[in-house]
Every structure is written in C-alpha cells, then in structure tokens.
C-alpha cells in the first residue's frame, strides 16, 4: 500500500491499472482527458496498451475487441461521448464482453458546459441503449472512491460478464485527496472463468450456474463465436422465439437476482431517522455534512448514500426508509434518482432538493432544507 | 489443434445450406479466404472472421473458426482492440461496401493511418443487399437502386485509392469472376503484416443486377469481365468513365510498420 495525492481521473486510472487492465482506449473529452493522458502515460510501464482512437464509437469497439481477445479493458468520456458509445455498450451486453466504462459527468444535455459537473446521465446509464438488459452502474462520492470502486467495477464486470460503468463528477475528477492505494496482490480481484470442458463441446454461450457463460477469447483453441443477433449456446444464430425469450431474461436476471453482490448503500446520521436524505457522488459530501450538522441540533436526520446507483438497490433503501416520514433526495439534475424513490416510498413522502445551474450543493443549502421540511 | 492443409476445414458445413440468394458473389469470396487459409496452413484457432452487418455479414455462420459479428459500420474499430489484445491471431474483417465504405468509412482510414495489423475483404455488390438494395457510396453514378429510382446522383467512391493514400500496406481490387486473381489477392493481404485491403467486386442479381438490367448472375458475370480493366487502362480514364468500369489490380505493396511494432519500438528507443 502506499499514499498519493491524486485527483480523481487518476484515481481512477490507478484503480483500472491495479485491477489489471492493460488496455485504454479513448477519445479525447472534458473533463475526462485527464485519466487517458495518465494511462497514455503509465500503460506502457506496465506491459499495456494506450490507444487513441478517432471517436467515442470506436473506443468503445477496441474497448470489447480487446476484452474478447482476453484482457481487462476500458474506457473513460463524457456526456457527449458517453451518448456516441451506446449502441457498442448494448453490443457488449449481448455478447457479455467484461469491460469498464468511466463517465465524469459534466453539465447539461448537448456538449452543456463542458467544464462544469453534472449528475444528469443517470437515466441514460440505465436506459440508453435500446433493448431490454441490465447494467451495473458505481457512483463514487471521492477520490479514494474513485480508486476504489473501479477496482471493483472491473471485478463486477468479470464476476458478471458485462459491461459496468463507473460515473462521478467534473469535480470529483478534478479534486486532489490523499488516497491509500492498493497494489494488485493486496487487492481482491475477479478474473473470468475458464471454459471446463474440452474444445470439441466448448460452447461459449452456455450459462453456468449463476447465468454467467465462461468465454474463452479469440486465439484459444476453444472457439469463441460471437454476435450481436440472438444466438444459442454455441453463438450461433437464431430467431427461434424460445431462444429468444431466454436470453432476453438470462442477461437480466444474471445481474438483477445478485444484486447483493454489489456494493451496498451507505448510511450515515440517526438510526431509523424521521428524515432521511438520498443522495451519490459529489452531492452527498455535502448532504453528509448538513446530516452531522442537523444531527448536532438534535433534528432526527440520516443519509443514504448511494454506491450502487443500478441495478436501483431498492430493498436496502426501502428498509432504511421504513421508519421515515420524509425523504429529500439531493441531486444535480431534474430528479432522475427522485422518480426511482417514489417507485420504492409513497410520493408523498419525497421532496427533492435539486440543482442544474452548474454548481455544486453546500452543505448549507441542504441543512436548510432538513430544517424546512422539519418547519424549524 | 493440428494444421489444416484442406480449404474445406475451414468450413462449418453443418451450417449449410447458407442464406445468400443463388448467384450471389459472396461464397466465391468466401472460398478464396478458406483457399489462402488452408495455402498458408494457419490453425483453425489462429484465425479470427470479423464480420459487418450485412448479408456478408452472414459469413461468419459458415466457418468453423473463431467469428466476430459486430456492430454495422464498426467491426474494423473492434478489430483494432482484438489484435492489441492477441497480436499473433489473423484477423480478416468480411465486410459490405455499406458497411466499411459509408457508416464504417471513418474506422477504415483511421484503421488504414495507424497501419493496424488486420486484413479486410470488403465485398463490393455496389448497394445495400441485407436491407433491400439502397445505394451505397460505391453505387456509380446514373445507376438504379431502391432509394435513386431516377439514377444514382453522386459519384461511386473510390475506396481503394482513398485507403492507400491513408498509408495501408497492401491495396488491391478485383472481381469474383477473375478468382485466379482474387485468390492470389486475398493470399497475398492475408500474408501481410500491418493492414491490408482487397476490394472484391461481387454481384447482387437480387438487388444491384434487378435494378440495372443484369437480372441474372451471369449476366452480372459477364458485365465483370467486360468492365474490370487492368489498373494501368483503368488509371487513364477520366473520372466519368471511371464511374463504368472496375479497376482489377494491385494499388500498394509495402512494408511500414504496423501500429504494435511501431509502438514497442517507440517505448524502446525512450
Ligand atoms: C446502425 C445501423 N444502421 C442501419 C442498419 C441496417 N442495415 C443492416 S445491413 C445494412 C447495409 C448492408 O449493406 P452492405 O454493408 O453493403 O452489406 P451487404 O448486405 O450488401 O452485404 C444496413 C444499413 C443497422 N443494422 N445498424
Ligand atoms: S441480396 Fe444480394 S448480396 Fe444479399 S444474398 Fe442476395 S444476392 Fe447476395
């Protein structure tokens, strides 16, 4: 283990490196750059690859080509580049290519502002691509956290088979903390199973227990057929409805029934408190802090902060909001999380507290809302 | 596994009958790779057939090695991810005029620049065959498809010259009626170390020949043989008849180093 001082691109590129990805494609983008320059910097001291492709679409194709050729990859934009790498995204869905995806959110729709923070792709992580499937999706709330949670999206993604994506904010990415960093034989770390049986009944696509198939990669004497249409268990095509069916539910439920394997929401203030705040990454330091502060007043308040934000952990939140007689989510866009806690709490329990002017919350501004709702 | 000498090991025959349409250019295509494959005794593991979306894109489904069916337009960008990640494993993307020259054609001269280690068979049938015969960018201008019922209003790309220019080490272009040459071809870019590109003319009777009055495969045959000329007869036309005939030849044959050598040797040379 040792300490650095890192903001938290580089937090982040440290976690993929120790993790064990050798290979980083990308397109440049604020405020993401940052983790390409380091990995441009850094892969090749550690037998990896950097590579500059010409878009977001084609980072995110090398990105999988190079997962089914056996390595750990990823990949690291922004808004508009993270809307450019959908379609590939569901690609590796079907196909079950492991793979890591890092979005620093920045401000708005379109190319917004692009030096500014934002927590606006919630949705779109959940929903961008067409089709039915599942996605894991970290939220980080610190540089350490950064580092931390890649490591363990890498992990999810080889546990799992599928794409994870990792979204924090400009200003996460740009803020410097002292971080403890693990080296790779300190950490825990996944790597994918290995075909069992010989190359003459290898099927890639055959499901193990848990749903996840064991893929070889492509140069290994188990061939390894792959393709975005509806395919059997050897890869093969088909449009047979009961193959269909089947693979539609199996990529769900691989990751929707596990989803305590994921990383649980954090709680923070009075147990069982009467108001309880909902918030992730940049925005829950300062709901951590009004919480502290609203707590030293003697006001009955608590936080869950998110981790995972999908697959939505909605038994933990609706245990920790059993007691609660209000809930205010505080995040930075027009209510992204808010819609997915009414779905698990009455409405009328929900009072967002929500920001799209560029800047980030103070601890302040939430304190005061603790204090509205409760009408002191 | 052990060395296959035999073209037809390259075949998953028990996936045939396959879907193209009778007269279809693509499984001649098809056979000049197994035929190069099994020359140059490559392991059935060793090779990799990364398709687009498009009725070559079915390809993959007759082989009986490893097969990559990607995204449309996107599969030479993956391929670049899957030869850093296996440097020794021949990559040959099979891909459709549509697929490489129109939503791909970024991927392909950018793949073209860095000189990727991969080789690819794009199968020109002039028009979008898997959607039903739209135009495609390498449709001559004047001729008739489902989306240019008044005649094509833009020139057919070149796509040869256009990937040479953009530094690929081998060039070259032929029709799938000329097979001693298109197997030559194909033996030739598939031997070659950095990114190779062999345009195959092939005929669409279904769509392409329909439109244009070539409504049977051998009527498509033969407007090959009368219209692919040798290079240097081809170079001398102007660009209007450029847009009626086919260039069969070989535009580049060099050695640069492909993007992972250059690469290695970058970080040595620090
Ligand atoms: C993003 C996207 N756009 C459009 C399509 C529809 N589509 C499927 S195949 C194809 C074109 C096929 O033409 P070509 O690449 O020339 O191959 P061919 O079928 O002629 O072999 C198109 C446009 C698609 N699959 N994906
Ligand atoms: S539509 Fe054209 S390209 Fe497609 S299989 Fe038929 S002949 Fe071949």
């Known amino acids: ?376 | 596994m052990s060395i296959s000498q035999d073209y037809t090991d390259y075949i998953a025959w028990d996936r045939l009958p396959h879907m193209w349409c009778p007269g279809c250019g693509n499984g001649i295509a098809l056979k000049g790779l197994a035929l190069a494959l099994a020359k140059q005794g490559i392991p059935r593991h060793k090779v990799l057939m990364a398709t687009g979306i498009g009725c070559s894109g079915r390809a993959g489904s007759y082989v009986s090695f490893h097969s990559f069916d990607g995204t449309h337009g996107r599969t030479i960008a993956f391929c670049t991810g899957i030869n850093v990640a296996q440097p020794d494993l021949k990559i040959v993307a099979f891909l459709g005029d549509g697929d490489c020259g129109a939503i791909g054609g970024n991927h392909l001269l950018h793949a073209a620049r860095r000189n990727n280690d991969l080789t690819v068979l794009e199968i020109n049938n002039f028009t979008y065959g898997m959607t039903g015969g739209q135009f495609s960018p390498t449709t001559p201008a004047h001729s008739f498809s489902s989306t240019s019922k008044h005649g094509k209003v833009d020139y057919g790309m070149d796509m040869c010259y256009l990937v040479a220019e953009a530094g690929a080490n081998y060039v070259a272009s032929t029709t799938v009626y000329h097979t001693a040459q298109l197997n030559k071809f194909i033996n030739e870019a598939i031997s070659t170390r950095g990114f190779s590109f062999v345009e195959i003319a092939s005929p669409c009777p279904t769509y392409y020949g329909r439109h244009n009055n070539l409504r049977s495969a051998p009527e498509m045959m033969e407007w090959f043989k009368e219209r692919a000329l040798p290079k240097e007869k081809y170079d001398e036309l102007t660009i209007e008849e450029k847009q009626k005939y086919i260039m069969r030849g070989r535009l580049v044959q060099r050695d640069r180093e492909d993007f992972l050598t250059m690469y290695m040797n970058e970080l040595n040379n620090e």
């Not at chain 1, 080509?65 to 079907?94: C, R």
Request: charge should be negative; proline fraction near 5%; include cysteine.
């Open chain 1, 1 to 376: 283990m040792s300490k650095f001082f890192v903001e938290g691109n580089v937090a982040s590129a440290l976690g993929a490196i120790k993790a064990g990805a050798r290979f980083f494609a990308g397109y440049p983008i604020s405020p993401a750059s940052e983790l390409a320059e380091y990995c441009s910097q850094e892969m090749p001291k550690v037998g990896g690859i950097y590579m500059q492709m010409e878009d977001e679409i084609a980072s995110m194709a090398a990105v999988i080509g190079a997962s089914l050729g056996g390595m750990k990859a990823f990949t690291a934009t922004s808004g508009p580049g993270m809307s450019l790498m959908q379609e590939n995204i569901g690609y590796a869905s079907m196909v079950e290519a492991p793979c890591v995806i890092i979005n620093v959110q920045r401000f708005g729709l379109s190319t917004g502002v692009a030096t500014s923070p934002g927590q606006s792709d919630i949705m779109q992580a959940r929903w961008g691509r067409h089709g039915d499937q599942s996605i894991i999706a970290l939220t980080p709330s610190s540089v350490q956290g950064c580092f931390d949670l890649t490591v363990e999206a890498f992990n999810l993604a080889e546990r799992f088979s599928s794409p994870v994506m990792v979204l924090f904010e400009a200003s996460i990415a740009h803020l410097r903390e002292r971080i403890n960093i693990l080296e790779s034989e300190e950490l825990h770390l996944i790597e994918r199973k290995k075909p069992d049986v010989s190359p003459e009944d290898y099927k890639p696509y055959k499901p193990d227990e848990r749903g996840v198939p064991r893929l070889s990669y492509y140069g290994s004497e188990h061939i390894l057929k792959t393709t975005g249409l509806v395919h059997t268990e050897t890869g093969n095509i088909s449009s047979d409805a009961r193959v269909c069916a089947a693979l539609v539910e199996r990529l769900e439920r691989k990751i929707e029934d596990y989803q305590d394997e994921l990383p649980p929401p954090k709680y923070y203030g009075t147990k069982d408190a009467e108001t309880v705040l909902v918030s992730f990454g940049i925005s829950s330091r300062a709901a951590r802090e009004a919480v502290y502060r609203a707590n030293l007043a003697g006001i009955s308040a608590g936080l869950i902060e998110l981790q995972t934000v999908w697959p939505f952990p909605e038994k933990a939140i609706a245990q920790y909001l059993s007691k609660a007689l209000r809930v205010i989510v505080v995040e930075m866009n027009r209510g992204q999380v808010t819609r997915e806690i009414e779905r698990v709490v009455s409405r009328n329990l929900v009072d967002p507290l929500l920001r799209t002017d560029t800047n980030i919350f103070y601890p302040h501004d939430i304190l005061d809302k603790i204090k509205e709702v409760h009408d002191i």
